[in-house]
């Protein structure tokens, strides 16, 4: 999975509206959905600058955006556990949970 996405860039290009955690929200399907989340998070450093982000803007006032991150953050650490069958079928079945409590909030 992880050999064949880019490198990791520098943290700051998380910070920028292509790479919003909400895209995985608003992704047409479940697919999209799941390309998105690989996009945001394809490796270790893009987990901890994400994760970092996300702290930084709760100091500023608590939202959705920070749950998202955060919660986009401990799936992906999940999966750096499992091998790549378990985590591909637990990805799909946690992003539409995700969607779903999303959308419902």
């Known amino acids: 999975m ?39 998070l394809p ?8 994760a970092r ?3 930084s803007h709760a100091r500023l006032g608590s939202g959705s955006g920070y749950a998202l991150s955060l919660t986009l953050v401990g799936m992906r650490l999940q999966e750096f556990k499992m091998g790549e069958d378990c985590a591909t079928r637990c990805r799909q079945d946690s992003l539409r949970s995700l969607r ?6």
């Open 2 to 40: 992880d050999a064949f996405l880019p490198p990791a860039s520098p943290a700051p290009a998380l910070l920028n509206c292509a790479n919003d955690p909400r895209m995985v929200l608003t992704a047409p399907d479940l697919d999209s959905a799941e390309r998105a989340f690989l996009g945001l």
């Open 43 to 50: 490796d270790r450093d893009h987990v901890d600058a994400l």
């Open 53 to 55: 982000h996300a702290i």
């Open 100 to 105: 779903q409590a999303f959308t419902a909030a």
